[in-house]
């Protein structure tokens, strides 16, 4: 009986050879994204050697008919020097914005940490260490500007800035204005075509 079985799947497996090719064609656009975009954050954490990963997270996106940003936000350990990692290979279309601010966008004072533009199918990095100077200049400039405070509590606020580190950041992916497309199919009729886009953002921290 075992041998009746086992022949009948020979006979199968002969007539088709292609089986496995055939599984991978018949994948749907949607499970070739996922299967990219797992490729996508494997090498964005990869960039991040020889920092320790902390976590990753991807951000999906749709293109609309005005410029609009998602902000995103994640919280760091004071004292480590993190790595944040971008991967922009998921973004085929009209490339998009980066701005790092040491508070969310409902703070009219808050501070641009670090900004790039035209991101799109592309990897970079860039280090907290770059942006706490950035913070502590920004924070020393406003203190000279403020006249009113005695010179105690002057250099009780500059030794606070001297100290000063960051418990949060919050990265804002500016999403361009893009012309709203459409197609039309074997039938005339007219639907609208929706344009997506992922960036990948994985973190380190150098534990040293």
Do not use: W
């Amino acid at each position: 009986m075992i041998g009746k079985y086992l022949l009948l799947f020979l006979i199968t497996f002969n007539i088709n050879p292609n089986f496995e090719a055939q599984k991978v064609a018949e994948l749907t656009p949607y499970q070739e994204r996922l299967i990219q975009l797992k490729d996508f954050r494997k090498n964005c954490r990869i960039a991040l050697r020889p920092f320790r990963y902390d976590g990753s997270l991807t951000t999906h996106f749709t293109y609309k008919e005005f410029d609009y940003a998602k902000e995103v936000e994640i919280a760091t350990i004071q004292n480590e020097n993190y790595r944040l990692s971008f991967n922009s290979m998921g973004i085929s279309n009209e490339p998009i914005i980066i701005k790092i601010y040491d508070k969310p966008k409902k703070y009219k004072n808050r501070v641009l940490l670090y900004e790039t533009s035209d991101v799109a199918g592309n990897e970079f990095t860039t280090e907290t260490n770059e942006m706490i100077e950035k913070l502590k200049k920004a924070k020393s400039e406003e203190l000279a500007k403020n006249m009113d405070i005695s010179y105690t509590e002057r250099t009780y606020q500059q030794k606070i800035i001297e100290n000063i580190r960051l418990k949060k950041l919050y990265i804002n992916y500016i999403i361009p204005y893009t012309e709203r497309g459409y197609r039309i199919d074997e039938e005339g009729n007219e639907s609208r075509v929706i344009t997506k886009g992922s960036i990948i953002l994985a973190v380190g921290y150098n534990n040293i």
